[in-house]
């Protein structure tokens, strides 16, 4: 019943700004910490940004003052504002939660490319 839809991908160039979109439905959105993955090729996926259900934040070191994630509860949708955007951002950005049993649950990933 967990669906995760992310949305709002593109390519853009260095030094843009995209805004991504995970649309949440299948359980208590509010209730559930929720996260950013990302994975380039070849590498392995990292966490860049978490947030609680209480709006507490975090973020991998290398999008600390770049990035920003948000939630919406009445949308049930979180997002990922990336500004100063770099090629190394590049890569598949996937939404994340746990449901029971720490099961993790994925939309299925929308790429960024940055590139000039």
């Known amino acids: 019943q967990v669906q995760l839809v992310e949305s709002g991908g593109g390519l853009v160039q260095p030094g843009g700004s995209l805004r991504l ?3 949440a439905s ?11 993955y990302r994975q380039a090729p070849g590498k ?6 978490s ?4 709006d507490n934040t975090n973020y991998i070191d290398s999008v600390k003052g770049r990035f920003a994630i948000s939630r919406d509860n009445a949308k ?4 990922l504002q990336m500004n ?4 190394e951002d590049t890569a598949v950005y996937y939404c994340n939660t746990k449901g029971l049993g720490s099961i993790n649950y994925w939309g299925q990933g929308t790429q960024v490319t940055v590139s000039s």
């Open 76 to 79: 049930n949708t979180v997002y």
């Open 21 to 23: 979109s995970c649309a």
């Open 51 to 54: 947030i609680t259900r209480t």
């Open 26 to 36: 299948g359980f208590i959105f509010r209730n559930k910490h929720m996260n950013w």
């Open 84 to 87: 100063s955007l770099k090629p």
């Open 44 to 49: 392995e996926r990292e966490l860049v940004a």
